[in-house]
């Protein structure tokens, strides 16, 4: 990698849209494991739909 290529890499900031937690807990026979991310699991829903549209604009804005 060129110089200049790390030079203008390190220049970009990306700002990434905020992703929100739930507060979803399972218990795996006492295990209690959080999955703050499960929403995003309903491919379907609104919310998960706008969240993959703001990263899609934040890749390919980059990759271009």
Same mark, same amino acid.
């Given at each position: 990698?060129?110089?200049?290529?790390?030079?203008?890499?390190?220049?970009?900031?990306?700002?990434? +849209?905020?992703?929100?937690?739930? /507060? !979803?807990?399972?218990?795996?026979?006492?295990?209690? @494991?959080?999955? +703050?991310?499960?929403?995003?699991? /309903? !491919?379907?829903?609104?919310?998960?739909?706008?969240? @993959?549209?703001?990263?899609?604009?934040?890749?390919?804005?980059?990759?271009?």
């Amino acid at each position: 990698m060129t110089p200049l290529l790390m030079t203008l890499m390190l220049a970009q900031t990306l700002t990434y +849209p905020p992703t929100h937690k739930s /507060d !979803v807990v399972d218990d795996y026979h006492g295990t209690r @494991v959080a999955d +703050p991310y499960r929403w995003l699991e /309903d !491919v379907d829903s609104p919310e998960t739909r706008a969240w @993959v549209e703001a990263q899609n604009r934040i890749t390919f804005a980059y990759l271009e």
